[in-house]
């Protein structure tokens, strides 16, 4: 989904961690399980299709969900430690 965010393979290519020699590109890996073309390239310029865009749309949801869970979580325990110490 990057690539067609920053709208350049070499740009998402280097935000990527590096994989093993002969292994897939983690942006093959999406496709592959879904098996749906997730990116067209138009001219030269890398698109989402549909299936891409909704995959996107999902992923940002999910994300937002985690952090918030996570970000919950450090409030929660940062209260805890708080209440902690005026308790001694």
Do not use: I, K, S
């Not at 891409?52 to 749309?57: C, H, K, P």
């Not at 985690?66 to 001694?88: C, I, L, T």
Request: charged share 30%; net charge positive; proline share 7%.
């Amino acid at each position: 989904m990057r690539v067609a965010a920053l709208g350049n393979y070499t740009r998402a290519a280097e935000e990527l961690p590096p994989h093993p020699a002969g292994g897939d590109p983690a942006g093959a890996r999406p496709e592959r399980h879904f098996a749906l073309r997730l990116v067209e390239v138009v001219g030269r310029r890398p698109l989402l299709t549909e299936a891409g865009r909704y995959l996107a749309a999902r992923a940002t949801d999910l994300l937002a969900t985690w952090r918030a869970e996570r970000e919950m979580g450090e409030f929660a325990e940062a209260r805890a430690r708080r209440a902690a110490v005026g308790a001694n």
